[in-house]
């Protein structure tokens, strides 16, 4: 429940990361003012014994997340993937969250997997291990399918699990309304919105069909991917809280000097993690959108290999054109064209100055270009787009909010391999491909097809529907005849028409 007791869990939540020792190095890595360390450390010490003790044989940070639960967790494996944001020590110190935290007895999940398969687990694997990879939701198993030979991986929910996340996004809900009242210039981030964004995605994360579902629609969008893997889903032996697909060997990412030791080219892997990220979110619309290390391999051969499909994103066609041009306008420092999408789009509101929005978007940019990747602090890049923001009053976009946050999960995975890789420099040939195939003649001529086909679709319905505005004319024009009834629209309808067909008969002549 969304009620005043979740003050109780956000009280826990600062006393916990006081008891373990976390407060002090987080606010260290956020580079927080001396005075809000201050506040800090005298609001949480008389209360720290509220706190978790959590695992004390794991790191300050890492023992309050794994403590607090899962949703906590969640927000750490993003933090893991960022060691320009956090810093080397505390990403290597979160790493462990990925997929190293502790399992569940292998007693239940066999449990789980027979009371949802409705079988035995001798009866449909000749070899299920311990868990090989546990992380905040799931824990995974090494099997070998009995019937056919088979090695598979069989992921299994945490027993629990809908209850805990549950009960972190109901205090995340209340924390989203109280910074909404406290401090009404938070309002343009929506922070409610992004909750409820996280909820959804967490609740189809929860249910594994689900993710079966998501992990057979990414193999077929990506099947002609050179470079790339996505193991296929049994769904014979999938249900809510069990999922089996094909088993994925390779190196994890995030080890990177085992990859180097079997001979693999990390800067390629580092180019090619971020041009497919890209390449899926513009092409497809649908890409994977929890891609930190735990989640990836290199196989034998350089492939790279997507697994855990829990969280993935959508986005539509006109969204993935805005996106594509705002980077482009980066990729070519043109602010001025950037600037003037935001504006397109309704990101910004109409009544700002646009030559000032360009301005700003350049004091943004241009520390980007022309310099070593690895001088650049993303953290302040971060903080000086978030005053740029601020300024011109952008709201939060929660249909951008997964697309957001994997472009800084997978920048953080490519600059493990690569620290001085150049985003913008890896970006740029996917992002041309898009804007030459999207934006422009070829992408008008398939957009009047689709208007076209729409149109056709009601043609047997036309001779109704224009009866039906003549009639609404005929009553509009007895109680108004100044008004002129509905003849404007029936000419705007037809004209509409005609112009489509011109257009279409222009582009195929």
Same mark, same amino acid.
């Given at each position: ?9 956000? *009280? ?114 000749? +070899? ?8 905040? @939701? ?30 972190? !996004? ?88 085992? !990859?180097?030791?079997?001979? #693999? ?7 090619? *993690? ?13 890409? #994977?959108?929890?891609? #930190? ?11 790279? *290999? ?19 041009? !705002?980077?482009?306008?980066? @990729? ?42 690895? #001088? *650049? ?33 997978? +920048? ?22 898009? @804007? ?27 001779? +109704? @529907?224009? +009866?039906?505005?003549?009639? =609404? ?5 007895? =109680? ?17 028409? =005609? ?11």
């Amino acid at each position: 429940m969304r009620g005043p007791h979740n003050i109780w869990r956000l *009280i826990r939540t600062g006393a916990t990361f006081e008891r373990t020792g976390a407060m002090k190095i987080a606010l260290e890595a956020a580079d927080a003012p001396a005075a809000l360390r201050a506040a800090a450390r005298i609001l949480g010490w008389p209360f720290k014994w509220l706190g978790y003790r959590g695992d004390p044989a794991l790191p300050p940070v890492t023992r309050a997340l794994t403590a607090l639960g899962p949703a906590y967790i969640k927000f750490g494996q993003m933090l893991s993937t960022r060691p320009d944001v956090v810093g080397e020590a505390l990403s290597d110190q979160l790493r462990v969250l990925q997929d190293k935290l502790p399992p569940f007895a292998t007693d239940i999940a066999r449990a789980t997997v027979a009371a949802e398969l409705g079988r035995d687990v001798d009866e449909i694997f000749s +070899e299920f291990s311990d868990a090989v990879a546990a992380a905040s @939701i799931a824990q995974v198993h090494r099997a070998r399918l009995r019937d056919d030979g088979r090695e598979v991986a069989v992921k299994v929910l945490r027993p629990g699990i809908e209850r805990a996340f549950q009960r972190d !996004i109901d205090a995340f809900h209340f924390a989203a309304r109280l910074i909404e009242a406290l401090a009404p210039a938070s309002r343009r981030l929506r922070p409610s919105d992004v909750v409820d964004h996280f909820e959804s995605v967490v609740l189809g994360e929860l249910d594994l069909r689900l993710e079966s579902a998501a992990a057979s629609e990414f193999a077929a969008n990506t099947a002609r991917d050179g470079g790339f893997q996505v193991p296929e889903p049994v769904w014979s032996l999938s249900a809510r809280r069990v999922m089996t697909l094909g088993w994925a060997e390779g190196v994890p990412l995030g080890d990177v000097e085992a !990859i180097r030791a079997a001979g #693999h080219d990390c800067i390629a892997l580092s180019e090619r *993690i971020l041009q497919l990220f890209l390449r899926h979110a513009l092409r497809d619309g649908y890409f #994977h959108a929890d891609m #930190h290390q735990g989640n990836l391999k290199v196989a034998a051969n350089g492939d790279i *290999i997507a697994y855990d499909f829990g969280i993935m994103g959508r986005i539509d066609e006109y969204t993935r054109r805005v996106y594509a041009e !705002i980077l482009m306008g980066f @990729i070519r420092r043109d602010y001025r064209r950037v600037a003037e999408v935001h504006f397109e789009a309704g990101y910004v509101p109409a009544d700002r100055n646009i030559d000032d929005f360009a301005r700003a978007l350049r004091a943004v940019g241009e520390p980007i270009f022309g310099m070593d990747a690895r #001088h *650049i602090s993303m953290a302040r890049l971060l903080a000086h787009l978030f005053e740029v923001t601020e300024t011109f009053g952008m709201e939060t976009r929660t249909e951008l909010i997964l697309l957001q946050r994997t472009m800084v999960v997978v +920048e953080g995975v490519a600059r493990s391999l690569n620290p001085a890789i150049n985003m913008w420099q890896a970006a740029r040939p996917v992002v041309e491909t898009y @804007i030459r195939e999207n934006v422009g003649p070829k992408a008008l001529a398939r957009d009047l097809m689709r208007t076209a086909r729409v149109i056709g679709r009601f043609g047997p319905r036309l001779p +109704e @529907i224009a +009866e039906g505005l003549l009639r =609404a004319r005929d009553g509009a024009e007895r =109680a108004a005849p100044a008004r002129g009834g509905l003849r404007p629209l029936l000419f705007a309808v037809a004209g509409a028409a =005609a112009g489509i067909g011109a257009t279409l008969l222009a582009l195929w002549s």
